[in-house]
């Protein structure tokens, strides 16, 4: 099937391990009344179509719901609707709701402010695909500059990568983060690394993709030696990078 896409969305279509990642978590998940929130080119909304009664996908930007209601229009069971998720009147509750607006952490996207709104009207036994993120962090050496994406950067690791944080899309969602990660260097650093795992559905895991979740580099200062340490890390979760502060505690 060709979908008529922006220059962007054409890079998401062509990251077949994102794609691949969401088939597999809506083929066994989606099912009843799906509600797709950021739908862009209706791609997910399109796997969703065969598994689910009925779909509607909410895209905010008219000219990429225009694209999406023309790639979806021979699909009976699916609406395309030109509005955007943080305002969108539900009026029946979903079997299903599909939200892939994920960023590292989930600090630069609205995943979080979407879900905090659109999972009061999730049925209970209801599914959320992506069922979950986790985050990771580990020391690194970079070369300057301020908070970043590490996706040509390639800062070096000083450290092994610790787990600090789990987001469970069907509960209680958070809407900032603040802790302090432990973490243990090898060899000097003067950064960390955060990096973002989602979780499709309980059953299957994916790291980073070409265009999904590129790890996020927060600077720190000063250049420490190895040894253990603790970094205080805060951010809010849709405040974007500025809201983002990392210092050793």
Known sequence: MKFRVTAY????????????????????TARGLTYDLGAGSGILSFFASEYADHVIAIERDPRIAACARE?????ENVTVVNEDALEYEFTERADTIICEMLDTALIDEEQVPVL???????????????????????????????ISYDENIRAPSAGPLH??????????????????????????????????????????????????????LLPLGDTLEEGDFRVKVSYTMGGGLDSVKAEIK
């Open 9 to 28: 969305h054409q890079h998401l279509l062509r990251d077949h391990e994102r794609l691949s990642a969401f088939y597999e978590a809506i083929a066994s």
């Open 71 to 75: 790639n979806l229009s021979d699909l």
């Open 116 to 146: 905090r709104r659109a999972v009061r009207f999730l049925k209970k036994e209801g599914e959320v695909i992506p069922a979950a993120v986790i985050n990771a962090a580990e020391p690194v050496m970079m070369m300057g500059g301020g």
């Open 163 to 216: 787990v600090y944080d789990r987001i469970d899309f069907r509960g209680r969602i958070p809407e900032k983060f603040r802790g302090t990660l432990k973490l243990v260097a090898s060899g000097s650093f003067n950064a960390i690394r955060i990096t973002s795992f989602t979780v499709p559905a309980e059953n299957i895991i994916c790291g980073p993709t070409p265009m999904m979740n590129p790890p996020l």
